[in-house]
């Protein structure tokens, strides 16, 4: 089944992130960015709605959006009910690339997961990290 990313944000974060995407895995396809606010006259209501209408009911979608309960995460909110639909919160580099590298698992709910703690353990505070490593291998 074929499965598409949806990355969408306040501004041009979603861009960005593809545009990151990218210049690591090469040209993306199947992946579609919203960038909110950008332009004063689209109505974000209905820039969500057309993207959804391109992409079939009997196809898979994963919405990647920046900050959870925030307006662009909460106009995707009511496709919760489409069949194949997912919806996580969080946008991050990490993230896309690790759902990306591992697109040949076909349970996407179990994809997601996995993808979640994956980028959870990227997010470090280094000055911590790397002293408590120094300091371990001090031990040693």
């Known amino acids: 089944m074929k499965r598409h990313y949806i990355f969408a ?47 079939p009911d009997e196809e898979e979608v994963v919405v990647i959006t920046d900050i959870f309960a925030g307006s662009v995460n909460n106009e995707f909110v009511r496709f919760l009910q489409r069949p194949r639909f997912h919806l996580v919160a969080g946008l991050n580099l990490p993230l896309v690339i690790d759902l990306l590298i591992s697109s040949d698992e076909p349970d996407t709910g179990k994809l997601i997961e996995e993808a979640l703690i994956s980028s959870r353990e990227s997010i470090q505070y280094c000055n911590y990290t790397i002293s408590s490593a120094m300091q371990a291998d001090k031990d040693f």
């Open 9 to 55: 944000s306040h501004g041009t974060l979603a861009r960005g992130v593809l545009d990151s995407v990218e210049l690591i895995l090469g040209k993306q396809a199947d992946i579609s960015t919203l960038c909110a606010y950008v332009e004063e006259q689209r109505d974000l209501t209905e820039q969500v709605s057309e993207l959804m209408q391109r992409i």
